[in-house]
T-cell receptor, first 112, second 116 residues
Framework: RKEVEQDPGPFNVPEGATVAFNCTYS??????FFWYRQDCRKEPKLLMS???SGNEDGRFTAQLNRASQYISLLIRDSKLSDSATYLC?????????????FGRGTSLIVHP | DTGVSQDPRHKITKRGQNVTFRCDPI?????LYWYRQTLGQGPEFLTY????????KSRLLSDRFSAERPKGSFSTLEIQRTEQGDSAMYLC??????????????FGSGTRLTVV
């Protein structure tokens, strides 16, 4: 079983739609959690950190469920510019260090 | 420029040649990570430095791969006797802080390696 699992998609949604992604992780001792966005042939960029209490940044809401070992990302009122790959990042303890570990990413395509 | 810099941006090499990539992290970041990414996959962890100490290496890092961070600042990743399967984007990231970092990791633009 992979340490971090994501549905690769693609998720194909119209502008204005609400879309949600989930990500599951296997190491319960993981410390920090993030969502990153990656555009085609570019480096990943931090979208938001994820907390158990949930956090919101404009149209984006992230949630961590430690008991079930998953994190989620909700995008409301999708824009064409939201089209990208969304990478889930978890930091399991590996050999004494917390190592950021990525899922394979979920592709989002927002169409007019 | 206060971001993470990687050099070169692109490298084409013949199979069997050695290549070396450089990463300059954000100056106040003491943690540095190397990743490899192929099409349709997320970045795969290769190795991690805290200051000049290499604290963790992935099983992916065969004996043809070596990384250094001699003074705790820039880092180099060398691949010896390159193979076609080494073709990928090599990404470097840096971060500050300790356990429970909630500020994330900043990536460089990557070095795209093509082995022909």
């Amino acid at each position: 079983r992979k340490e971090v699992e994501q549905d690769p998609g693609p998720f194909n949604v119209p502008e204005g739609a609400t879309v949600a992604f989930n990500c599951t992780y296997s190491n319960s001792a993981s410390q920090s959690f993030f969502w990153y966005r990656q555009d085609c042939r570019k480096e990943p960029k931090l979208l938001m950190s994820v907390y158990s209490s949930g956090n919101e940044d404009g149209r984006f809401t992230a949630q961590l469920n430690r008991a079930s070992q998953y994190i989620s990302l909700l995008i409301r009122d999708s824009k064409l510019s939201d089209s990208a790959t969304y990478l889930c990042v978890v930091t399991p303890l590996r050999g004494g260090s917390y190592i950021p570990t990525f899922g394979r990413g979920t592709s989002l395509i927002v169409h007019p | 420029d206060t971001g993470v810099s990687q050099d070169p941006r692109h490298k084409i090499t013949k199979r069997g040649q050695n290549v070396t990539f450089r990463c300059d992290p954000i100056s106040e970041h003491n943690r540095l990570y190397w990743y490899r990414q192929t099409l349709g996959q997320g970045p795969e962890f290769l190795t991690y430095f805290q200051n000049e100490a290499q604290l963790e290496k992935s099983r992916l890092l065969s004996d043809r791969f070596s990384a250094e961070r001699p003074k705790g600042s820039f880092s180099t990743l060398e691949i010896q006797r390159t193979e076609q399967g080494d073709s990928a984007m090599y990404l470097c990231a840096s971060s500050s802080g300790a356990v429970g970092n909630n500020y994330g990791y900043t990536f460089g633009s990557g070095t795209r390696l093509t082995v022909v």
